[in-house]
């Protein structure tokens, strides 16, 4: 019979217990969100979307087991009943009462045949165990309770995928880590942030496998906008994390400080020795020093890297885990926006595994200038073969941008521009029916005959917006302004330039020329606006000045 310690014990008994009610201490403990750049706040593509989902919600199943289970408050119990259990005599009744009330070993030697006290499944000591990583690693109760909690059954699936996945990115990152100076096992923290997921985002925006935050990934060199976010690239994060954490061990001397900074910011480790807590452990035993979600963060690693580097001794065998492998990569220049579907059809691969390859892009299209996209290797021979045929047959893509006023739709947007809603949805990642808010700015996939009126329209670059004010009389576009008809036109709700244009029946830049109007993608009209216009008859709707 094996003796389970009682942090064990009391993380599977919190897991077995009912949730806590709604309104609990999980909001109010979630780390404030920091607001990302307008671009990156964009939605993805819908079929990107689906998946981002699926992998944020395993983000939040595992968040909300942990909160359940709260393994620490069990590894502290079980620390409590230890300390109690030390001031007796090994023969004492009631040192023999305590252990049969909580059905565990709470005495006897430090450690027996060899074994770890509190993990009998590893066949060998600590100092053994220990020399197996390039980490610190501890064996306390804290520890034992995440390995406990990783085992649970309904925690246990998530782990499983988690090791399939770590099949894969482990050796990679810790190639990257090797390079950038850390240490190799460093890579387990990515298991316990995202469990390896490319797409992942947590409640407070963090995303991709190392779960950067905005202002973080910014500031580490990642790229965020409205076609690639590069905290999804598992590459480019894990060089990004390597050196936010070389930053963070440099400021503190200690990878469990490191770590826990990297959950909670170096600032509040700071503010921790500042009140006389150097050690990591003495920071969790203080009173209110650190959330419970950073005092649980380092032995998670911990218990997370035990695990894996002993998944059958644990129970977590090959034939429950679906090792995935490292698909290699060559890159091949995309000098324009292109849909990946045609990508796949120069490279001959199905879409799906270049979305697989390259996780950082945001819509099924390369971004609007060069792009070095990931193909599986030996496919970049055959695209490049391709690219030339394809390319021309696909044509080129434009873009327009279009920030919602108050009042306006993405349909009028979609109409003024000549493009069908379904493809100004898919392009935004916009589901039908979903409320879009005036101040939103949404991309608009142009038709040849938009592109032509915006290039014509816009010759230089775009001025600030402002109100339609007094223009200077305008000239008219009839060499003899005596058979022409001046006239003003009142902006509804709604209207944009480019519906004014089409109910009058004139070309868009005349109107835009006649009224002052350089670029009339970023011209703000306002409902009560007039605008002049002039034709061979008053037209309907307009009056005449004065």
Not at 33 to 40: F, L, N, T
Not at 220 to 227: A, S
Not at 311 to 330: I, N, T
Not at 514 to 521: A, E, L, Q, S
Request: aromatic share 6%; charged share 25%; hydrophobic share 40%.
């Amino acid at each position: 019979m094996i003796d389970i310690p009682v942090a064990a014990l009391l993380t599977c008994l919190a897991l077995a217990a009912p949730p806590e009610a709604p309104g609990d201490r999980v909001a109010a403990q979630a780390p404030p969100a920091e607001p990302a750049a307008a671009e990156a706040d964009a939605p993805d593509d819908q079929e990107i979307e689906a998946e981002v989902e699926a992998q944020s919600q395993e983000l939040e199943d595992l968040r909300a087991a942990e909160e359940q289970a709260r393994p620490l408050d069990s590894a502290q119990a079980g620390e409590r009943a230890s300390r109690a259990a030390t001031g007796l005599g090994l023969e004492s009744p009631l040192r023999q009462r305590l252990a049969e009330a909580l059905a565990v070993d709470l005495g006897g030697p430090a450690e027996v045949a060899g074994r770890i006290p509190g993990l009998p499944e590893i066949d060998h000591d600590l100092r053994r165990l220990r020399a197996e990583f390039d980490i610190p690693l501890e064996v306390n109760d804290a520890v034992v309770a995440y390995v406990r909690f990783f085992q649970h059954p309904k925690v246990r699936p998530h782990f499983v995928r988690w090791l399939a996945r770590s099949s894969r990115w482990l050796p990679r990152f810790k190639e990257i880590l090797h390079k950038e100076g850390l240490p190799e096992d460093t890579a387990f923290l990515a298991m316990i942030e995202s469990g390896f997921a490319s797409l992942a985002q947590s409640r407070a925006r963090a995303v991709g496998p190392w779960q950067f935050i905005a202002g973080t990934g910014k500031r580490m060199g990642l790229t965020m906008d409205f076609w690639v976010d590069e905290r999804r690239d598992p590459e480019k994060s894990a060089r990004a994390a390597a050196r936010y954490l070389k930053e963070l061990h440099d400021q503190f001397g200690d990878w469990r400080l490191a770590w826990a900074g990297y959950n909670a910011g170096g600032g509040k480790i700071a503010r921790a020795q500042r009140k006389g807590y150097q050690d990591f452990w003495a920071m969790t035993r203080g009173r209110r020093v650190l959330k419970r979600e950073t005092a649980g963060y380092v032995p998670k690693l911990m218990a997370a890297a035990i695990v894996t580097k002993h998944a059958k001794a644990f129970g977590f065998g090959p034939d429950e885990v679906e090792a995935e492998s490292w698909v290699p990569y060559e890159l091949v220049p995309v000098p324009r926006a292109t849909l990946l579907s045609e990508v796949a059809r120069a490279a001959e691969v199905p879409e799906k595994i270049l979305l697989d390859l390259n996780p950082e892009l945001r819509r099924t299209c390369t971004p609007p200038r060069p792009y070095d996209l990931k193909v599986p290797k030996g496919q970049a021979e055959v695209f490049a073969r391709n690219w030339a045929g394809v390319s021309g047959e696909a044509g080129e893509l434009a873009f327009a941008r279009h920030r919602l006023e108050k009042g306006e739709s993405v349909a009028a947007v979609a109409q003024a521009h000549g493009v069908s809603l379904a493809a100004v949805q898919r392009m935004n990642g916009l589901k039908p029916g979903r409320k879009v808010h005036p101040g939103t700015e949404i991309v608009i996939p142009l038709t040849a005959l938009a592109r032509r009126q915006v290039a014509q329209a816009e010759p230089d670059p775009p001025p600030r917006r402002q109100r339609v004010r007094p223009a200077p009389p305008p000239r008219p576009p009839d060499p003899d302004p005596s058979s022409l008809t001046r006239g003003t036109v009142k902006v509804a709700s709604g209207d944009s330039l480019w519906a004014i244009a089409r109910r009058l029946g004139v070309a868009l830049e005349e109107l835009c020329r006649w009224n002052g109007i350089r670029n009339p993608r970023q011209h703000k009209l306002f409902p009560g606006d007039e605008l002049v216009v002039y034709s061979a008859s008053t037209p309907a709707g307009s009056r005449s000045p004065g």
